[in-house]
């Protein structure tokens, strides 16, 4: 209900005290007088605080917005309830905790077929930059081995700067644009890969759009997929699309694209993401990263997962390109959808904080992210060179490290 009486009056003077010293800082405790901790909704007289200590387990509406922005520097306290009444808890945050337990292991005796194969399907002649961002990305947390499909034309520019990576030349309808020719070329290659991302910067040109859509149903696809940009905006011209794939997927839509698989208003979207994701998830019966401040993690058993880290300094082109290269990477890697995307959703997030840290939050580019994804891993898993034996799946927990 509506703030009132004394409350109001201890908040409008807290207000007037801000307002004549600058300098005064806000604390709250569990979270901000005024905001509803499930539906993130605030009352006008609410304050924003400069840190926020919530006790035992965040709330959701914590992580909702308009009452995310009243939140300052976020801080869990444990006040020692049980671990084991969390257990059926079906929404979590994602911790440093939680991704470190799920980090595929580096053994000793490795070789580069331990750490995954990842086949990129991507690029186009007026989106070259994407299929670069994927590529790099997936090699930036520890694929063994990248190769990029993409038109022939671009092979030659992409090598000079992707070096680390493989190469099929498609063939090409006009030059930049993937022919359905290419399907065959892709599908007897298949059988070398443990993963497969597509859609990065691959257009909408009718011929695109065919061999997408050739590639995708008509024969079996059963590796691991991870599907963005605008393999989704092909996705979206399919009625039914969801009960003709085969394979286990990761879908990673912005909110717009969001909006055309749905079909709702990104307004209508945006005002609950959480029950978005988890709708479509379920739906779909395949993991949904649904990108944003906050982004969510949906599974299709109905389990969420929710980044708490919001940085304006990601919303810039190709950001979600590296994004998906990371989730497609570690699919490669052994980790299941639901996994892969929560880890590949939290070292993206980290980056993004590495590089505002460094450079601020205006004028990162995606490229940025690149070289501190290694250094996140490193920060979670020290010893990461050292570790031997199987791959580590654990489970989340619900509070993040203080």
Request: charged letters at 20%; hydrophobic letters at 45%.
């Amino acid at each position: 209900r509506p703030l009132e009486g004394l409350i109001k009056q201890m908040l409008e003077g807290v207000s007037a005290a801000k307002t004549s010293r600058p300098g005064l800082k806000i604390l709250a405790i569990d979270l901000p007088s005024g905001l509803d901790a499930d539906s993130g909704a605030i009352d006008p007289a609410s304050l924003s605080a400069d840190l926020t200590v919530t006790l035992g387990y965040p709330k959701i509406g914590l992580l909702r917005f308009p009452g995310a922005a009243k939140l300052g520097q976020l801080v869990i306290a444990d006040i020692g309830i049980p671990a084991d009444l969390a257990e059926n808890i079906a929404t979590e945050l994602i911790t440093a905790e939680s991704v470190r337990a799920l980090l595929p292991s580096r053994p000793l005796n490795a070789n580069k077929g331990t750490f995954g194969r990842l086949l990129v399907v991507a690029g186009s002649i007026n989106y070259i930059g994407a299929a670069y961002l994927a590529c790099e990305g997936a090699l930036r947390v520890g694929t063994g081995l990248v190769t990029l499909a993409t038109p022939k034309s671009l092979q030659p520019i992409l090598a000079s700067k992707l070096t680390e990576a493989t190469y099929i030349p498609l063939p090409e309808a006009e030059p930049g644009i993937i022919s359905l020719e290419a399907v065959p070329a892709i599908r007897e290659r298949l059988t070398d890969y443990d993963g497969v991302l597509l859609g990065c910067g691959l257009g909408q040109n009718p011929a695109t759009v065919e061999f997408a859509r050739e590639l995708l149903f008509a024969g079996s696809l059963s590796k691991p997929l991870v599907i963005d940009a605008d393999g989704l905006n092909i996705l979206a011209q399919i009625p039914h699309w969801w009960q003709r794939l085969e394979s286990e997927v990761v879908l990673t839509p912005h909110p717009g694209e969001m909006s055309r698989l749905i079909g709702s208003p990104v307004a209508e979207i945006q005002k609950d993401r959480l029950e978005a994701a988890l709708k479509a998830a379920v739906g779909w019966k395949q993991t949904v990263v649904l990108k944003g401040a906050y982004t969510v993690v949906a599974s299709p058993k109905g389990q969420a997962r929710i980044s708490g880290v919001a940085n304006p300094g990601l919303a810039s082109a190709g950001t979600g390109d590296v994004l998906s290269g990371v989730i497609a990477g570690l699919m490669s890697q052994g980790l299941s959808s639901f996994d892969a995307a929560t880890c590949g959703v939290y070292l993206h997030a980290m980056a993004g904080e590495l590089v505002k840290a460094h450079l601020g939050d205006t004028g990162m580019i995606a490229s940025d992210l690149l070289p501190r994804l290694p250094l996140v891993i490193k920060e979670l898993k020290p010893d990461v060179w050292q570790r031997s034996g199987a791959r580590g799946r654990g489970s989340a927990v619900p509070s993040p490290d203080p």
